[in-house]
């Protein structure tokens, strides 16, 4: 039995709130505009002392109220990444996690409920390997695991730091101005924006390892990578300068959550716009609001999936502007699920599985046997122990 007093609760929450002062937000913005590795650099464009600096984000590493990561570029590295929405059959919910890990392939796991009571996962799939993939899911409703699925392949991610210009740093509190993102996100769009793309780059194994070391932490020192690699340090600074300029590293992500776990609700949403230009226009204002903190366009539509995170007190303000949207014709649909923070389980992509001389492993009559193996040890056991979790502080990778 987990119990947390009413006095815990406020501490836990004015604690949270206390992190989000001016100087915090200036350097956080500061890194996300010049780079998350140079903090002489981000000393110099805030005017905040480089000891204070240093101070401050190690702190805030400490504490877990800042993380820093990359997205990769996916589509260089051959891979595609897809969402999948599992909806489990009563009783077998334990067996959904691991059938989505079996290939190795996962990216993140996190329960969901709403319209799929079941597992949210995330996938960076070989591109050569999409309908394999599939034929994978198919197997899983087949062993009585799930009784459907939804997938949707999706282009690159983008992770945008707050706008804390809805911030009112002295009051600490936020304003969340739905008027005015309804008009914006109906007004008539200028232009449809033009996305290239993506070729599979030349890269080899050592280039991974760089690559998923900067994933688990962005400001990996460069010292580290030299020591994991055995390599010296001007040869791993030559690497990932050429990762650099060569593109693989699509973004840098900073994880700087603007309301506290503890009154907020995290959610994943499919807003299909009707038009191509609605998309684009979609897509540039959702990046803009507070509350988004992913989006990835979804693969031969014009539909967006966004992760959501608000306070629980204002999803109704969302599904209020959503509906909207719909009514005026903006948007054909949306749908929605509802993320437990608390179950999320993350890895990098799976680099153990490239090889150079072969590329990326991916063998399907060894996963449907893996799966045999999962599904029959579950049946033969008996009662299964029941674990409750306890309440820790969770993260949004």
């Known amino acids: 039995m987990t119990q947390i007093a009413p006095e815990e609760y406020l501490e836990r929450i004015n604690r949270f709130v206390s992190f989000l002062d001016p100087g915090n937000v200036k350097i956080a913005i500061a890194m996300k505009k010049y780079g998350l590795r140079n903090l002489q650099l981000i000393a110099d464009k805030t005017k905040i002392p480089r000891p204070t600096v240093h101070a401050r984000v ?6 877990g109220f800042f993380r820093t990561w990359i997205h990769p570029n996916y589509a260089k590295l051959g891979l595609v990444r897809v969402m999948v929405l599992l909806t489990t059959k009563p009783g077998r919910e334990l067996l959904g996690p691991e059938a989505l890990r079996i290939p190795g392939y996962w990216l993140r796991l996190i329960r969901c409920m709403g319209e799929c009571n079941g597992y949210y996962s995330t996938h960076a799939i070989p591109l050569g390997k999409r309908w394999d993939f599939e034929q994978y899911l198919e197997k899983i409703v087949a062993s009585g695991i799930a009784t459907k699925y939804r997938m949707l392949w999706l282009g690159e991610a983008k992770s945008p ?3 804390f210009s809805y911030y009112d740093a002295r009051k600490k509190t936020w304003t969340f101005d739905w008027p005015r993102w309804l008009e914006e996100l109906a007004a008539k769009p200028l232009h ?12 080899d194994k050592k280039d991974l390892i760089i690559l998923k070391e900067l994933v688990k932490d962005g ?3 460069l010292t580290q990578l030299a020591r994991l690699l055995d390599m010296t340090v001007p040869a791993v600074k030559y ?3 050429n990762l650099v300029r060569s593109g693989f590293i699509h973004e840098y992500v900073i994880d700087m959550l603007p309301f506290a776990p503890e009154i907020s609700d995290l959610y994943e949403m499919v807003l299909d716009f009707k038009t191509r230009e609605g998309l684009c226009q979609g897509e540039r204002v959702l990046s803009t609001l507070p509350i988004v903190r992913t989006l990835s366009r979804v693969e031969g539509s014009t539909s967006i999936a966004v992760r959501i995170y608000l306070p629980r007190t204002e999803m109704n303000n969302l599904l209020t502007m959503l509906s909207a ?6 948007l054909a649909g949306f749908t929605y699920v509802l993320l437990d923070p608390m179950t999320i389980r993350t890895q990098t992509f799976s680099y153990e599985l490239y090889e150079d001389s072969a590329g990326w492993r991916y063998d399907n009559m060894e996963y449907f046997e893996e799966l045999r ?3 029959s040890a579950f049946d033969r056991e008996d009662g ?3 674990t409750f979790q306890s309440a820790p502080v969770p993260t949004f990778q």
Request: proline share 3%; aromatic share 6%.
């Open 373 to 375: 193996k999962v599904s």
């Open 384 to 386: 299964m122990q029941v």
């Open 325 to 330: 949207l719909s009514r005026t014709g903006v």
């Open 239 to 241: 690497r990932f300068d």
């Open 58 to 63: 190690s702190k805030l590493e400490k504490e």
């Open 192 to 203: 449809t924006q033009r996305q290239d793309t993506q070729l599979a780059g030349n890269f």
């Open 161 to 163: 730091l707050p706008d």
């Open 219 to 221: 400001r990996t020192k």
